[in-house]
């Protein structure tokens, strides 16, 4: 049975009613529980059950913009909702929607009332639509593309193949990147959208399946076409424009895409406190270990960072879309690092049971397999490093010596921007620029923000920590300036050393430290009483941004290491997620593992 949920109803009901469908991990009888998640996974299948109960609440609606009859009105939503689906499953949460969401995006962007209406009934009525780039010859380098669609006075003939295309063996439709015109230049690729179900048997296969260590649930396959003609009318927008298109709608993945997986990080978190309260050394549990409570206050603020980061970002795409060519890109390559090096730390605390694909703690190792493959999704940490370091140069130009100077005025949705739980405008594809031409005022909020929180500190003592953690962010930033207007000419474009991609590295880092300081400010000087207005996470967060770029080394202040580990624990116990919105969990789950 289908539910029905408007777009009326609120994030927080929508994914509150999504965590009940989805019922308690920790309960072996549930059907869409850890034993049968895992159960999927050794068989390398998708959880059936876990399909029909996204088709039932009617997941797709959350991919379709409102006007069209879903509920995607916002993208920082989609990210948090789409959590509760990666917590349980990040194999499920890819295989049964975040292929479809990015399908439609070039759709929404370009497509005709007709296509998009055409789409929209699809994914209504439960079905799938499919995003076919990638060629694993020339993988994210989507210039090389060989597939091809030849322009022809009957449409366009499709010839060639595409490889990892997650449901194309079962889908109805898709979107090909192909190459429509012969020569160099980045007007020659466009967008078709296919009727999967119309190819004729003797001219398509598409039946070849990859294996791959995580998500092994995903049908993850290839289609060869032999010169198959697709209709005029199958073209996406103009002929030629694709390239511009991925360009631009691309940001909206690589915004959205590091939220979602903060549930991954969420599980793994989880599932390792559990496992150290349960385990028994030296008389005490893990636990009550210096060394695992450190291990697992540090992890629980890199978490919060990738929320922070994550989800101003996304309303980023609302509020500043000529700048999120950066910003998304620095999020896409930076969320999904931080949670892989958390997971290891974790599995160190587990040991040998990190390993384990059974038993209580196995949901650790499943996600431990799969976050590598989600951080290569749709783009690799390179891929985002080089779209970093092109646009490096102007940035320190043009945004952050003006800055720096105080000659950057204060963006007029400042505050807006670090309401989490604030309104946002549409979503407007068409604002979304291909280069941030050396506007970057989240980084600009940061300086900007610096004097008034040392001004606040003579006042709230409390304060001095993050003022000057602040200030040592501010500082890198003007350090960052004159190393990226000193690289050579080649360091400035996608062929540069490990010089510019060091550098790169550490501005996203300065971006991630932006939106932590914008985020807490926001709650705490307007009196939200929210979490998100407690100095002691946001403290902590830039403590562990601040010691990866060796600008305070060691680990967090005991008194933050502390707080942080009883906010943690509380959570835990009351079987709250870990991000900053700490919704609430599934009656009895995560309260202790099943076994």
């Known amino acids: 049975m289908t539910v029905d949920i408007g777009p009326e109803q609120g994030y927080r009901t929508r994914a509150a009613h999504l965590e009940d469908v989805l019922g308690p991990g920790d309960d072996p009888a549930n059907p869409l529980g850890h034993r049968a998640v895992l159960a999927a996974d050794e068989r390398g299948v998708l959880l059936a059950d876990g399909e029909r109960a996204l088709r039932d609440f009617g997941l797709n609606a959350e991919f379709v913009p409102a006007h069209l009859g879903g509920r995607f009105e916002r993208a920082d939503r989609l990210g948090q909702l789409m959590r509760t689906v990666f917590r349980r499953d990040c194999a499920l949460g890819i295989g049964y929607g975040v292929t479809s969401f990015i399908a439609g995006l070039p759709i929404w962007a370009d497509g005709t009332p007709e296509q998009q209406a055409r789409v929209a009934r699809t994914l209504l009525a439960g079905g799938r639509v499919v995003a076919a780039y990638t060629e694993l010859a020339h993988g994210s380098d989507f210039s090389r593309t060989e597939f091809t669609a030849a322009p022809g006075p009957g449409g366009f003939v499709l010839n060639g193949g595409k490889q990892l295309v997650n449901n194309i063996s079962r889908a109805e439709l898709a979107v090909f990147f192909a190459r429509t015109a012969e020569g160099p230049g980045s007007r020659g690729h466009s967008h078709l959208l296919v009727d999967l179900t119309a190819l004729p048997a003797g001219r398509v296969r598409r039946d070849k399946r990859y294996p791959v260590s995580g998500v092994r649930g995903c049908l993850l396959s290839g289609i060869e076409i032999d010169e198959w003609v697709a209709p ?74 990738c929320d922070a980061f994550a989800s101003v970002v996304g309303r980023s795409l609302h509020l500043r879309p000529g700048e999120t060519s950066v910003s998304a890109a620095a999020v896409k390559y930076l969320v999904p690092k931080l949670l892989q090096e958390s997971s290891y730390r974790l599995s160190v605390q587990m040991g040998a049971r990190s390993y384990l694909r059974t038993g209580p703690y196995a949901m650790f190792q499943k996600a431990a397999r799969d976050l590598p493959v989600v951080a290569l999704a749709h783009a690799g940490s390179a891929v985002c490093q080089a779209s970093l370091v092109t646009q490096l140069p102007r940035l320190a130009e043009r945004g952050w010596r003006s800055a720096l100077a105080g000659q950057s005025p204060e963006h007029d949705d400042a505050g807006s921007l670090y309401d989490l739980d604030g309104p946002l405008p549409p979503l407007c594809l068409d604002a979304l620029e291909v280069n941030a031409r050396g506007a970057d005022s989240l980084a600009g909020d940061l300086v900007r923000l610096y004097p008034v929180l040392t001004g606040r500190v003579g006042r709230e003592p409390a304060l001095g920590l993050l003022a000057e953690l602040t200030g040592l962010f501010v500082t890198e930033l003007r350090g960052l300036a004159d190393r990226v207007l000193a690289l050579a000419p080649r360091d400035r474009t996608v062929l540069a050393g490990p010089r510019a991609f060091t550098l790169a590295d550490r501005y996203a880092h300065v971006l991630a430290a932006a939106a932590v300081v914008g985020a807490w400010w926001h709650a705490y000087s307007s009196g939200a009483g929210t979490a998100p207005a407690d100095p002691v996470w946001a403290g902590a967060a830039l403590h562990r941004l601040a010691a990866r770029l060796g600008l305070r080394p ?31 969990l599934a009656s009895g789950t995560a309260r202790r593992p099943w076994s």
Do not use: K, N, W
Request: aromatic share 6%; glycine share 10%.
């Open 554 to 584: 060691g680990p967090l202040p005991p008194e933050i290491e502390d707080r942080l580990f009883a906010d943690l624990t509380a959570r835990h116990e009351a079987a709250r997620t870990f991000d900053l919105f700490q919704g609430h």
């Open 232 to 305: 005029p009318d199958a073209l996406l927008g103009a002929e030629g424009g694709a390239m511009e298109t991925v360009l631009r709608v691309f940001q909206v993945t690589r915004a959205v895409l590091p939220s979602m997986v903060v549930g991954v990080g969420d599980t793994q978190l989880r599932t390792v406190l559990g496992f150290a309260r349960d385990r028994r050394l030296y008389g005490r549990s893990l636990a009550d270990l210096p060394s695992a409570r450190t291990t697992l206050a540090g992890c629980f603020a890199d978490l919060l960072v």
